[in-house]
C-alpha cells in the first residue's frame, strides 16, 4: 500500500511526495528520485505537511504521536485502531489535524452511507465482508463502521431467530443493535462487502468491490488535499466529502 500511496502522491499535479519512510525497504527507491528512509525523523527534515500512515496498529499508535507533537497533519489508514486510539489521537492533535478512515474507497464510503440512509426502512440486516488472506483483523474496520453506522440510525431490529448452531459461529459475530458480520479470508480477493436489508418481502443488496490497491488511491489524493480544513479528528472520509 505504501508503493501505491507513494506514487499516487506524486502523480497528482497539487502534492509533492517529500519523504517515505519504511524500516523494512530502507534505501528503496521511490518516485521523484527520493529513497525509502529508515526512521521517522526523516519527515521532520522534509518539512512534512501531510503524513499518511498506512502500518500496523502498533506503529501507528508510535507514529501519531509523534506526528502531532511535530505539528503535521495525519491521514491514516491503519487497521485496527479502536475507540480508545481515537480518543487518544483527539487529545494529541491539538494543533493539526488527523483523518481515521477504514476505507479510502469512495464506492465503499458511500456504500456506508447508503446503507445508514436505508436502515430505518428495515427490520433486519447482516453484513459480509470479504478480504484477502494476508488480513490479519477481523472484522474489517469497514465492516465495523457500517454496522455502528446502521445501528446508530435504527435500534429497530428484528431478533436473531437461532437457537441452534450445528457448527459453532455459523451465524458469524454479532455487533452492535444485534447486527450480525461474516468475514471471509480468500487467496485472490482485495476488499469486498455487501449489506443484505431485508424486510416484509422484500431483500436490498449493497455491495462494494476493490478488485485492486488502485481503489483507494483517489480518497487518499482527496484526503490529503483537505485535511488542512477539518480541525481535531475527523473519523471516516464522508467527513471530509461533505456527505
Not at 130 to 156: E, F, I, N, Q, Y
Amino acid at each position: 500500500m505504501g508503493a501505491e500511496v507513494c506514487a499516487a502522491v506524486a502523480a497528482d499535479p497539487f502534492l509533492d511526495l517529500v519523504a517515505a519512510v519504511d524500516p523494512t525497504a530502507a534505501g528503496a527507491p521511490a518516485p521523484g528520485g527520493l529513497e525509502v528512509a529508515p526512521e521517522l525523523d526523516a519527515l521532520l527534515h522534509a518539512a512534512t505537511e501531510v503524513v499518511v500512515d498506512f502500518t500496523t496498529a502498533e506503529a501507528s499508535r508510535v507514529n501519531l504521536e509523534e506526528v502531532a507533537a511535530w505539528g503535521m497533519h495525519a491521514v491514516v489508514g491503519t487497521s485496527g485502531l479502536d475507540a480508545d486510539d481515537v480518543e487518544r489521537l483527539r487529545s494529541e492533535f491539538r494543533t493539526s489535524n488527523c483523518l481515521v478512515a477504514p476505507n479510502f474507497a469512495i464506492g465503499a464510503v458511500l456504500m456506508m452511507r447508503f446503507a445508514e440512509l436505508a436502515a430505518p426502512f428495515f427490520d433486519s440486516a447482516e453484513v459480509i465482508e470479504l478480504h484477502h488472506d494476508r488480513k490479519v483483523d477481523a472484522p474489517s474496520g469497514t465492516a465495523m463502521a457500517t454496522v455502528d453506522r446502521m445501528a446508530a440510525a435504527s435500534t429497530r431490529w428484528t431478533p436473531d431467530p437461532t437457537r441452534t448452531e450445528t457448527l459453532p459461529g455459523a451465524r458469524g459475530a454479532v455487533g452492535a443493535a444485534g447486527i450480525h458480520v461474516h468475514s471471509v479470508r480468500l487467496h485472490g480477493l482485495v476488499a469486498h462487502q455487501e449489506v443484505l436489508l431485508s424486510t416484509a418481502g422484500q431483500l436490498l443488496t449493497l455491495r462494494h468491490d476493490s478488485y485492486d490497491r488502485s481503489s483507494f488511491m483517489p480518497g487518499v489524493v482527496l484526503a490529503c488535499k483537505r485535511i488542512a480544513e477539518h480541525p481535531g479528528v475527523t473519523v471516516g472520509l464522508d467527513g471530509l466529502m461533505g456527505i
